[in-house]
């Protein structure tokens, strides 16, 4: 594990661009998703574990914030970092980076862990807890990021006195 994770590359598809000419903003999720995939295999989590031990996650509230424009032939990778987690959930922020080092898009996630035979959010087992506690002792001296936690609204400047 690394703090923050760092995602393998990612090139930005010509299925992906819109009648803007940039990348669509469902496109972000896919990044942000096939990313997340990534950490999942050093958390334990993921296809295997939902096809062997009858577990897996749902994302419950997933937030991006659009910063700059991807087009075709982009190549990104994705940091991920571990915010918070408890005994069913967990809290996560991510930054999707163009090669040249901007940053094209943030992303922050509530996971559940999910009991597939309810469905149902469950505990995470002892074995996926401890690759989650040992994630967020290794991310905990990162600095926080500015954008979590943010909300969505219209900011409106308040009529002079």
């Known amino acids: 594990m690394t703090a923050p994770f760092l995602s393998s590359t990612k090139t930005v598809k010509p299925e992906w661009i819109d009648y803007n000419g940039h990348l669509n903003m469902a496109y972000y999720n896919v990044l942000f998703d096939t990313s997340v995939d990534e950490v999942y295999a050093d958390l334990g989590l993921g296809a295997d574990y939902a ?18 424009e991807l087009h075709e032939g982009d190549r990104v990778q994705v940091k991920f970092q571990m915010i918070d987690h408890d005994d069913k959930r967990f809290h996560t922020y ?21 009991d597939m035979s309810g469905p149902r959010v469950a505990p995470f087992p002892p074995d996926i807890a401890d690759k989650i506690a040992a994630m967020a002792r290794l991310h905990a001296d990162l600095p926080r990021p500015e954008r979590v936690g943010r909300s969505i609204g219209i900011r409106r400047k308040s009529a002079p006195a």
Request: net charge negative.
């Open 51 to 68: 096809r062997t031990r009858g577990f897996t996650t749902y994302t419950a509230e997933f937030h991006i914030c659009y910063v700059r």
């Open 94 to 114: 991510q930054e999707l980076y163009h090669e040249d080092g901007w940053l094209a898009a943030t992303g922050e996630a509530l996971g559940l862990h999910i």
